[in-house]
């Protein structure tokens, strides 16, 4: 188990998945939902866990959790839900000088995840996100609270709401996980699961990795 650090973390819970055709965030994977399992692998690595939401959140694991919705002003998408992040960090921690963002659909993201990408933030206004065989995860971050005001007047203005474009503008820091070994192949540990398919391979490797 990694190390806590005292940076706090948010779990991106999102909404209405079309192609799964319900929240992510209630599906269950051998009996417990990605909410829970987001929560439960995160909880070691950070001071505290808040929840950006806007529905409803049923959760075991959740009770007693902060939870907020994306800010009015922001548009749809992950990072609006990082900006709610940013802004909530600011107003209830405020000597934190990042905050950890993970979303629901990746139950397997790394137990080393926050205190890897905190090894790699240079300066205070520092960007950190995780990358994987499969490219950029951006919503596997470390986002700077000095950047609340900047992303919130950029989600407002920007007709490029890309997250790879706000890295870019802030010349983010990528840092590397490699794949897991497991007895039946090697698993990307932000596999992240999009469609019924992608659930039915999550329990493959979750029976695998329980063993």
Do not use: C
């Amino acid at each position: 188990m990694a190390d806590k650090v005292p940076i706090p973390g948010v779990v991106l819970a999102g909404g209405l998945s079309s192609r799964m055709g319900q929240d992510k965030a209630r599906i269950r994977l051998g009996g417990v939902s990605l909410l829970d399992h987001a929560i439960r692998h995160l909880r070691p690595q950070v001071s505290t866990i808040a929840i950006n939401t806007n529905g409803p959140v049923l959760s075991k694991e959740g009770e007693g959790l902060a939870i907020f919705p994306d800010l009015e002003a922001s548009r749809s998408g992950p990072l609006s839900g990082v900006a709610a992040a940013l802004d909530y960090t600011r107003r209830h921690h405020p000597a934190a000088r990042h905050v950890a963002t993970v979303p629901t659909d990746s139950p397997f993201f790394p137990g080393d995840l926050v205190s890897r990408l905190h090894d790699a933030v240079d300066t205070p206004d520092r960007i950190v996100v995780a990358r994987s065989a499969d490219g950029v995860h951006p919503v596997f971050a470390l986002w700077p609270v000095a950047l609340a005001d900047d992303l919130t007047a950029w989600l407002a203005s920007s007709a490029v709401l890309r997250v790879r474009s706000f890295l870019d503008r802030h010349n983010a820091r990528e840092v590397t996980f490699q794949p897991v070994e497991t007895p039946t192949g090697l698993l990307d540990p932000f596999f992240n699961i999009n469609t019924p398919a992608d659930l039915e391979a999550a329990e493959r490797w979750l029976e695998v990795l329980q063993r």
